[in-house]
């Protein structure tokens, strides 16, 4: 017997879980046809509905909806397009969410049952404190900042020593490109670039690892200003530190200090006045993007306004230029945060949690895939079964 639904809500379905028509036929076990036939009118048997709800991680009463469901975004959007701040959340972002509120869940928990004190950075400040001594608090507590990135090699060391110390500093880090599980569902830079999650026991942040490897630390320092004045929420940052709201313009400025304070930067100027080799030359020595020095450069008065507009304007018909699709980041060493990994793969060992629950939070489907993934954390964390 044959229901009919919404061909839209069907081919949604299919999209949100990364699917093609041809992989959904192959999951179900059915022609090509029969699913293209589905998308098209909607006829579909009726004993098929429930294998597609499986196959597509759909709730089963969603495919009988008139039309595919938006749900609104679980955390405050601070994101700002094109003027004006987007409403629509897409699936992939959703599940990002979803899942990293899962995962801060278990942690919270953990950090409480086993009598761990409240961070004192959360919500320790306000959006009326001065940004810079939010800046200077930021790097001094969790040693992350222009001096760390300074001293590394290159962007992938920098990257790893700052996400490391911010974990170690009681912030979750997870970075990823795609959603969970589906690499080829890449996560959209211009959607959003990173958001924070503040809680007292488990502040968590996460960056969208589809970003160039040099705007990265930039959203990195944004999101844990975020976490100091206790606000969550998502952002978008509009490739440099654009204005927006209050809480955007705030969480920008005390970033931008972060990473490359105005004191900094007026200590290593060498050029003269508008030298963009200047800031090239910076960008590479911090390891940040060449939009964020040339705005601090701007800020310090060694650009004038017309020709921080014109570079701006050339930097980024260049990175559309050459983004051509492709994705940054590839490794997923931090997709899941490093110390949420260990944790979580050390309590299952001890029986404290059952190892189907930290596969799941993991993202992790198989046993060979749990032993390889936990042999790949480094650091001297003994795996007594593996």
């Given at each position: 017997m044959n229901t009919t639904l919404n061909p839209n809500v069907l081919q949604w379905a299919r999209k949100k879980a990364g699917l093609s028509e041809e992989t959904l036929a192959k999951k179900i076990g059915v022609h090509l046809g029969l699913v293209k036939e589905w998308e098209t009118t909607g006829?579909?048997?009726?004993?098929?509905?429930?294998?597609?709800?499986?196959?597509?991680r759909t709730a089963f009463g969603f495919l009988f909806l008139p039309e595919p469901p938006h749900p609104s975004l679980p955390i405050a959007d601070f994101r700002r397009v094109s003027g004006g701040h987007s409403t629509v959340a897409s699936d992939d972002l959703l599940d990002v969410i979803f899942s990293a509120q899962?995962?801060?869940?278990?942690?919270?928990?953990?950090?409480i049952a086993n009598g761990e004190k409240p961070l004192p950075f959360v919500g320790k400040a306000s959006i009326k404190t001065p940004t810079k001594e939010v800046a200077d608090d930021i790097r001094t507590t969790l040693k992350i900042g222009f001096g760390l990135a300074e001293i590394a090699a290159n962007y992938d060391e920098a990257w790893r020593n700052t996400i490391e110390s911010a974990e170690f500093g009681g912030i979750l880090v997870l970075c990823s490109g795609h959603v969970a599980g589906f690499t080829n569902r890449t996560l959209?830079?211009?959607e959003f670039r990173g958001f924070a999650m503040a809680d007292k026991y488990a502040p968590l942040v996460f960056i969208n690892g589809a970003d160039a490897p040099a705007a990265r630390f930039f959203t990195l320092a944004h999101e844990i200003a975020h976490i100091w004045i206790g606000e969550t929420g998502i952002s978008n940052l509009e490739r440099t530190y654009a204005d927006g709201n209050t809480v955007e313009t705030y969480c920008n400025s005390v970033a931008a200090e972060v990473v490359l304070p105005l004191s900094e930067l007026s200590a290593r100027w060498r050029g003269v006045k508008n030298d963009t080799s200047e800031v090239e030359r910076l960008s590479?020595?911090?390891?940040?993007?060449?939009?964020?020095?040339?705005r601090r450069a701007r800020d310090a008065g060694f650009f004038t306004a017309e020709k921080y507009d014109s570079y701006y304007k050339l930097l980024i018909a260049q990175a559309q230029k050459s983004s051509g699709g492709g994705v940054w980041y590839h490794g997923e060493k931090y997709q899941n945060s490093r110390q949420f990994s260990i944790t979580i793969i050390q309590e299952a060992l001890a029986g404290r949690t059952s190892q189907r629950d930290a596969m799941q939070l993991l993202g992790i489907k198989k046993d060979t895939t749990f032993r390889k993934y936990a042999h790949s954390l480094e650091g001297g964390v003994e795996w007594p079964i593996f």
């Open positions: 006829s579909i048997p009726f004993a098929i509905v429930e294998k597609l709800a499986e196959k597509t899962l995962k801060q869940n278990w942690y919270r928990e953990y950090m959209d830079v211009d590479k020595r911090y390891k940040i993007s060449k939009l964020v020095v040339a």
